[in-house]
């Protein structure tokens, strides 16, 4: 299977975007995909995932209320709504799939990162 997010763009702070996830390849061996974002100079911080068997989710504080994830099974997509944006939302955005949903997000337990889709968001 292979990702690639789209959606990204530039906005002023309080604005909106939507991201999108789309997966070519059957994701059936997989249980889980999750939004990660990487600021310049900055580790790469899990923000949210989904659970592909119940629709399960999980937010990072630090957008909690203000994102949400989605998932379209018809589509093989999975979309992260993200409203009252920050400055320090600004960020490249990536998707990847994980074997297992959990309410934590460790780079490790994700892969096939597909290529990234950059935020910016001014004040």
């Known amino acids: 299977v292979q990702l690639q997010a789209s959606g990204g763009g530039s906005v002023q702070a309080g604005g909106s975007l939507r991201l999108s996830c789309v997966a070519s390849g059957s994701t059936l061996d997989y249980d889980a995909i999750g939004w990660f974002r990487q600021a310049p100079g900055k580790e790469r911080e899990g923000i949210s995932s989904i659970s592909l068997s119940d629709d399960d989710t999980y937010y990072a504080d630090s957008v909690k209320g203000r994102f949400t994830i989605s998932r379209d099974s018809a589509k093989d997509t999975v979309y992260l709504q993200m409203n009252s944006l920050k400055p320090e939302d600004t960020a490249v955005y990536y998707c990847?799939?994980?074997?297992?949903?959990?309410?934590?997000?460790?780079?490790?337990?994700?892969?096939?990162w597909g290529q990234g889709t950059q935020v910016t968001v001014s004040s």
């Open positions: 990847a799939v994980a074997d297992d949903f959990a309410r934590t997000m460790v780079v490790s337990a994700f892969g096939l």
